[in-house]
C-alpha cells in the first residue's frame, strides 16, 4: 500500500484529532481517504455527503490537480492529498 | 503634454517611483498605464487595507474603496489602512485620508454602500479591476457575477485563522470563475467566519499584498499571473502551493449551459440575512 500525506485545512483539524497532516496508506485517493476515515469518522461527514460524493464547498487535489470526481485516482509515494474548503473571511 | 500626447512625469513623479521607472517591465510605459488605471476594492478591511496601501504607493490614478463600516478598536490588529484616531470613522473616510497621505496622486472615490444587486453592475462599471477583499458568501458571489458579466478581472483573496486563498479570475481567459471552483456556497454556519474563529493579524498583510501584486501584472500584463490557478497559503508551516483551476463545463454562470443570465439575490442564495442598502459615494483627491 501507498502511504502519502492528507493535508487538511485548519477549521477541519478538530475532526481529525487536532492535525491538519495525517499519514494515510492506499493505492487510490478513495482508499486514502477511507483509512482517514475510519481513523477519524466525523472527518467524513466534513468531506462527503450522505451519497459518498465530495461536498460542494470541499476540493480534493491530488499534488496540483483537483480529483474531486475521480476519486479512483492512483496514488504514488511522495504525493499529497490536499483537502481545500471554502472560506470568506478578509474584510472585517 | 509630450509629443505623444502624455503628460510627462513631473519631477515629483519622476523621483517618488524611480524604482519602477528603472524597471524594464515597468518603465515610463508601465507607471504611466497605472497612472491611468482605476481598481474597485470590496472592502477597506483585512485584505482590502494592504492592497490599497500598495496600489496607491504604486500610482494606481484611481482607486475606488467599497465599504459600509466604521472603523472598530478590534480591526486595528490587523486593518493598517486604519490607525487609533479613526476609531469611530467610516472606514471609507478613514482609508481616503490615509492613502491620499501616502500618494495624492491617487484619487481615491468613497462607495459608502452594501454592494448588492441593484448596484453592484454601475458601482464595478467605471473601474479595469475589481479585488475581492469581502468578507461573507453572498458578496464573494455577487463579485464573481458582477465582474463577470462586465468582463472585468477579479483578484480574490480569502483568509481564514492562519490560512490564505487567492486567484485571478479573467472572464476574458475563458479559464474559468469563482462559481467554477465553488458552484454553491457552504451551508449556513457551516464556515465560520474570521469574527467567529478569529485570524492572524499578519495574514491578511501577506494575501492582501499579493493581491496589490498580482494587481499590478494584470494592469500593466506582464509574467504570469494566477489565472487558472489558486495559491494556498498556509501560514503555520509556511507553505505556498498552487493547484490547477479548471473552467467547469457545468458553471452556472460561465458553463456550456449557463442558468445564471443577471444577478440574483445572493443573500437568497447563500442562507444569510439580507443586508439594507444605503448610498453614498464621496470623490478624494
Known amino acids: 500500500m501507498t502511504s502519502i500525506e492528507l493535508r487538511l485545512p485548519s477549521m477541519l483539524a478538530s475532526a481529525a484529532g487536532g492535525s491538519t497532516r495525517i499519514r494515510v496508506t492506499g493505492e ?11 481513523r477519524h469518522p466525523l472527518l467524513r461527514t466534513h468531506l462527503l455527503d450522505e451519497e459518498g460524493h465530495v461536498r460542494e464547498h470541499v476540493h480534493l487535489f491530488l499534488n496540483e490537480d483537483d480529483i474531486r470526481e475521480r476519486l ?3 496514488l504514488h509515494e511522495g504525493d499529497q492529498l490536499v483537502v481545500l474548503q471554502q472560506m470568506s473571511g478578509g474584510r472585517s | 503634454m509630450s509629443e505623444n500626447g502624455f503628460r510627462p512625469f513631473t519631477p515629483d513623479q519622476v523621483s517618488r517611483y524611480a524604482r519602477h521607472l528603472i524597471l524594464p517591465e515597468v518603465g515610463g510605459a508601465g507607471q504611466r498605464k497605472l497612472l491611468n488605471s482605476s481598481v474597485l476594492l470590496l472592502g477597506a ?5 494592504p492592497a490599497a496601501l500598495y496600489l496607491a504607493a504604486a500610482g494606481v490614478g484611481t482607486l475606488g474603496i467599497v465599504d459600509f463600516d466604521e472603523v472598530d478598536a478590534s480591526n486595528l490588529q490587523r486593518q493598517i489602512l486604519h490607525g487609533t484616531a479613526d476609531v469611530g470613522k467610516p472606514k ?8 491620499q497621505s501616502i500618494n495624492p496622486d491617487v484619487k481615491v472615490i468613497e462607495h459608502r454602500l452594501h ?3 441593484e448596484n453592484a453592475l454601475q458601482v464595478f462599471e467605471p473601474y479595469d479591476l475589481i479585488i475581492d477583499g469581502t468578507d461573507n458568501f453572498p458578496t464573494r458571489y455577487l463579485a464573481n457575477d458582477a465582474a ?7 483578484v480574490h483573496g480569502a483568509i481564514y485563522r492562519f490560512e490564505g486563498q487567492m486567484a485571478d479570475f479573467t472572464p476574458a481567459a475563458g479559464t474559468g470563475c469563482y462559481r467554477c471552483l465553488f458552484a454553491t456556497p457552504p451551508p449556513p454556519g457551516a464556515v465560520p467566519s474570521c469574527a467567529e474563529a478569529g485570524v492572524f493579524g499578519v495574514l491578511p498583510g501577506i494575501i492582501g499584498s499579493m493581491m496589490a501584486f498580482e494587481t499590478i501584472k494584470l494592469l500593466l500584463e ?22 490547477n483551476l479548471r473552467r467547469n463545463a ?5 458553463g456550456d449551459e449557463p442558468t445564471v443570465h443577471g444577478l440574483i439575490d445572493y443573500e437568497a442564495f447563500c442562507g444569510a440575512p439580507a443586508v439594507e442598502p444605503s448610498e453614498a459615494t464621496v470623490q478624494v483627491g
Not at chain 1, 28 to 38: H, M, P, S
Not at chain 2, 92 to 99: C, D, K, N, P, Y
Not at chain 2, 148 to 154: G, N, R, T
Open chain 2, 250 to 254: 457545468r458553471c452556472p454562470l460561465c
Open chain 1, 72 to 74: 479512483a485516482a492512483e
Open chain 2, 148 to 154: 463577470f458579466f462586465l468582463k472585468k478581472p477579479l
Open chain 2, 115 to 117: 454592494v448588492n444587486s
Open chain 2, 222 to 243: 506582464i509574467g504570469e499571473p494566477l489565472i487558472g490557478k489558486l495559491l494556498i497559503f498556509e501560514g503555520m508551516d509556511m507553505s505556498f502551493r498552487k493547484v
Open chain 1, 28 to 38: 487510490t485517493a478513495r482508499q486514502a481517504l477511507d483509512d482517514a476515515f475510519a
Open chain 2, 45 to 49: 478591511g483585512g485584505l482590502g487595507s
Open chain 2, 92 to 99: 471609507t473616510q478613514s482609508a481616503a485620508e490615509t492613502l
